[in-house]
C-alpha cells in the first residue's frame, strides 16, 4: 500500500568532474558574506580550499571560516559555529566537506538566529525552526550520509554520550546546492571509501526493511541496492575507477534524499544502534552501522520474512526453488555478509574501540524507535549489542 | 559512464486519496487570477470539476476556463487558450486532467507573454522563452506522462500533421505542485489505463536502451520497469485495485521527470514514431508507441545486444545459462511482447486506423534523431512502420 505523502526536493545538483564551475553562478544568488565550513584540513591538502576560495574572491564575497568540524559535529563546536556566522551577519553557509560538514552546516542554519539552546530546541524537543534560517550550499568530498540533498541533521553531546539526528520538514533546510564531483572521493583512504559504500547501502536497508507491499518505493531501493553492491566491488579492487566512485555517489545522493521513504514506514534502527556506539566511541559512522547490522536483521528476520526472502532474490539473486522462506531469506543475509567482509567492512564493535563493560552505556544511549517488523525491548537492543561485540 | 549533468526538480507533490485537500494551501501562493483548463469533460461526470471549482470559489479566486483541450492539443486550441488567459490576466494556470492537459498547460505558460508564434519559436526552432512565464499546478486524473513532474509539453499542428514535443531546459516550466491522487485515475476506461501504462513502460526504455554501462541511473529503470510490470499485471485483473493503481501513478511520474536520463544518452525514437502515427491517425498516444515498440526493438537489437540481454535478465527474469547473448535478448523481448498482449495493447498500427498508403505521411512526420544504438535511415523507418502496420 502506497500511503498518503508529499514530496519536494528543491536542491539543485552539480555533478561530475566540471561541477565546481557552476559555484559561480550559485554564489549570484546570495549576498556578499559566506561562512565556508571544513574540517580537518585535508582540503587544504588536495587543493579543493584553494579553489573554492579562488572562486570566492573572484566573486567579490567577504568569507569567514569555521575549521576542523569534526567526524562526529558536536553541539559544542555548533555553539562556536553560531557565534562566528552571527559576527558575520552571514549571506550563505558554504559547507566544503563530507556529511559531518554539510549536517553541521544545517545545524547552523536554523541556529543562527534562534536565542535559545539548539540542542534542547532540535535535538531533544525535535521541534521545527521558528526563526529565519539561512541558506547552505555543498560541496561533497565524500559519499555516503546524503545529506547533501535532505534536511537531515546529525549532532553528538559527547558528554551525554548522544548522538542525535533530526530531519527538519522544511525543504527550505536542505542544501541549496550541491556539487558533486566524484574526483573529490578518489583520494578517500579506503577504510573511509568503504564505511562510506555501507553507510549508503544501509540507509537503503533501513527504508526497505517495514512494510509488506509491492511500492514502487521498494523497487526503486532495490535497484539501487544492486547498483550500489556492483559498483562497490569495482571500487574495493580500484577505488580510483571514476566510474565507480561516480555511480557510488549518485546512489549515495538518491539512497537518502527522502525518495525511498515515501509512501512507506521505515526502520532505522540499525542507525540507532550504531549512532549509540559512535556517541560511546567516536568510531566511523559507516562502520558502527556495519558492526550492528547482521546481528539486528537475523533478531528481526522472523518478523519480517517475506521482506528478507523477496531482498534474496531480488537483490541478490537467491534462487529459491526448493527452498523454506527461511532459507531463502538467511541465504540473502549471508550473501550480503559475504560482500561486506570482501569490502573489509567492520563486522564487530570491538574492532571499532568497544569493551564489554560498554554495553550497558551503548545501549542506555540507543533511542528505540516503534517501527519495523519488532519493536525493541531494552533487553533485546543488550542481545544484538552482545552479538555485534 | 556516468557523465557530467544538473539535476533539479522543485515540483511539490501531493499524493493521495486525501491530496486534493492541499489545493487550498497551494493557492495562497499565486494571485486571484486562475486559469481553470481541463479536457472533454470527464471531469464534470466524475465531480472532480465541481470540487475544485468549491475550492477554488472559497478561497476567493476569479475562474476563467479553457475546456475542451483534446488529447493531441493542436497548436489552434494553443492559440485559442493564450488569448482567454491573457484577456482573464492569469497569475496561474490549473490544469485538471491528464499529461494532454499538463502539456498544453506548460505551452501556455510560455506563450501567453511570447508576442510572435509559439509553434515556430517552441516547436520548430525549439527555443527557451525569453518572456516571463506563468506557473502551472496540476491536479491529475490520468498515469502515464508524467507531465506532472517535468518541462516537456507536446504540440501538435494537425494540418502540418506534425506532433512534436519540446522539453524545456528552465524547471520553472514543471509544476510549481501536482496533485496526484489514485484514485482519479480508477474511473478510465480499461483501454486508457493500459495505454497510460505503456506509456510510462514505454518512457523507461526510451532512456534504458541507450550507452552500454553500469550507470545506477539504468538499475533505478529497471527497478521502475520491475514495478510498472508487477502492478500493471494485478491493475489489469483488477482495476479498481487502489495499491496498484497507486503505485502506477507514482512510476509514472518517476519514468519522466529526468532522474532517468541523468549521466547518460537517451533514445526515444519509438516516441518519435509513435508521435508520427499519431499526427496522423490522432490515434491515443500509447497504443501508437506499443504497435511500434516492438519491430523497432528487434531492428535495433544487433546493435544493442548487451543492453538487451540484460534487460531480459534483470526486469524478465531470464535465465541465460547455456544461451548465446542473442537468444537471450530475443527471449527478453518475447517475454515483453507477451506482457503486452495480455494488457491488450494495439500490436499493430492498422488497429489504430493507420492504413498503409498513410506510412509514407508517418515517415515523414518522423523526425529521426541521433541517438540510441542505431540512427536509422529513412528506409529503416520505413520498414519498421511496415512492420508495425
Redesign the interface.
Known sequence: ???????????????????LK?LKDELNNYGDNVLLVYGGGSIKKNGIYDEVVAILKAAGKNVAEVAGVMPNPTIHKLNEGVAIAKAHQTDLILAVGGGSVCDYCKALSVSVNYDGDPWQKYYINFEEPDCETLPVGCILTMAGTGSEMNAGSVITFPEKKLKIGHVFADEKIMPRFSILN?KYTLTLPHYQMVAGIYDIFNHICEQYFSDE?????D??????M??VI??SR?ANENPQD???R??IM??AT?ALNTLLK??KTTDWMVHMLGQAAGAVTDATHGMTLAAVSLPYYRHILPYGTAKFKRFAE?VWNVNPDGKTDMQVAEEGLQAMESWMKELGLAMHLSELGAREDMLPDIANATLILNSGYKVLTKDEVMQILKESL
Open positions: 500500500m502506497l500511503g498518503n505523502f508529499s514530496y519536494c526536493n528543491p536542491t539543485k545538483l552539480y555533478f561530475g568532474d566540471d561541477s557552476f566524484p507491499d509491492d511500492s514502487t518505493t523497487y526503486i531501493a532495490e535497484g539501487l544492486r547498483s556492483h559498483s569495482i571514476y566510474e565507480a561516480s555511480n549518485w546512489s538518491w515515501k509512501g531480488n
